[in-house]
């Protein structure tokens, strides 16, 4: 990192090649939005075994990233957490609009960082994207903004030139993007519900490295002041995810537009909320306080220590994660689920391969006759039980032909993977601190 650091500062004079425009204001209110979110593999034409592939490999480097902080002597964990989020590739694409006139730029969500950044013209170094990069220049409502602003203030590792606020943010597979931080207008939603906000604060990246994944930048749903969420004066959203094989686009809900009201009176299943654990550590993720697990019916004798945050390094604890595809539990909760499935399910286990992240695989389809019953899963949080349908924890794995459990094992702490959170309303309420869900057609919605 500090190699960057002490380059960027030698490019500084480059970086800053483009003029302001005038400042727009505006009251926030109730306001909201409702977008679409395209898979990022959507469109592509992947068999179903690549899509699974290729999620369990984008899933592994995210692992990886938090893994990475475990390594770190104890008193350097909160810097760590500083320079390192999770690793940048997501799952999910949203469309935006940036600048006056609007350009639009499909972006990945993520909930795991907080910066909202595109790569700008003229760029120094950038990645591929499918639309011509952002011109500030081409913009009447782009504003660089000030080395005392408070958008500079809330960044990590601010530089300053000619009294102009430069970013530099790191993620955890080694992608980073570095520029001016910005006010613009940003236009979020879908045709019939596009909402034009003027101020919001921005990275406009000139040097850039990593993958996006076919987006053209970041929108980051983290916790910090930064994110899409701690800018806007109504800190709510939800989501509904499609079948993950399903090729219906899902759903993202903004502000006023973010309730379970209406989707809780389409199913029988009640709404349950859990709070939100803060992590030092890790304030841009969002903690939750997991308690246990059941297995067809049986809580599993797990130590609750094992889903618990070291208090001293911010190691463990519960993340709930959209770009997180599988779910990954911490070691000793995840063998005591294999060992569960092992002895409920009577079909023969499978020896997989070293490579393969599934590793709890049955003989599929069962011998003729023979009639198999799956256990139920139930994830137990402070004050919620999350009773998952099936297919959000079974799957005919197409490139070994078994019936795998689709979780994994974390030497560090556990993530809710966005393949459990299918056909669910997922509601981050951070004004009351509390994650809702309930069941729901999304592919309806
Ligand atoms: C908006 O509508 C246009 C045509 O009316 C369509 O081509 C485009 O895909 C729509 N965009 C979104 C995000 O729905
Ligand atoms: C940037 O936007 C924020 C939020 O709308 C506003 O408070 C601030 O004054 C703006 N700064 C500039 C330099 O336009
Ligand atoms: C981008 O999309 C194209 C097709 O739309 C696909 O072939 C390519 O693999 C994608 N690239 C990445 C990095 O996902
Ligand atoms: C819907 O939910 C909102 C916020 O959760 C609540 O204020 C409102 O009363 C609810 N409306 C109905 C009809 O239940
Ligand atoms: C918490 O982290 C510290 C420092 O890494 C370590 O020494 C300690 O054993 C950990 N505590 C637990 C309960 O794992
Ligand atoms: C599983 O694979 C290992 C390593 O290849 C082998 O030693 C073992 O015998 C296999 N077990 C079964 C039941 O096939
Ligand atoms: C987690 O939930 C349990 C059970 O409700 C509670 O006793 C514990 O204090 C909670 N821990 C945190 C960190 O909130």
Redesign the pocket.
Known sequence: MPTLAAFLVLLLPLLLSAVGAAEAELTRGGFGFKA?LTHVDANAGYTEEQLLARAVRRSRARVATLQSLAALAPGDAITAARILVLASDGEYLM?MGIGTPTRYYSAILDTGSDLIWTQCAPCLLCVDQPTPYFDPAQSSTYKSLGCSSPGCNALYYPLCYQNVCVYQYFYGDSASTAGILANETFTFG??DTWVTLPGISFGCGRLNSGSLANGSGMVGFGRGSLSLVGQLGSPRFSYCLTSFLSPVRSRLYFGAYATLNSTSASTSAPVQSTPFVVNPALPTMYFLNMTGISVGGYLLPIDPAVFAINDTDGTGGTIIDSGTTITYLADPAYGAVRAAFVSQITLPLLNVTDTSVLDTCFQWPPPPLQSVTLPQLVLHFDGADWELPLQNYMLVDPSTGGLCLVMATSSDGSILGSYQHQNFNVLYDLENSLLSFVPAPCNLM
């Open positions: 679409t469309e879908t045709n």
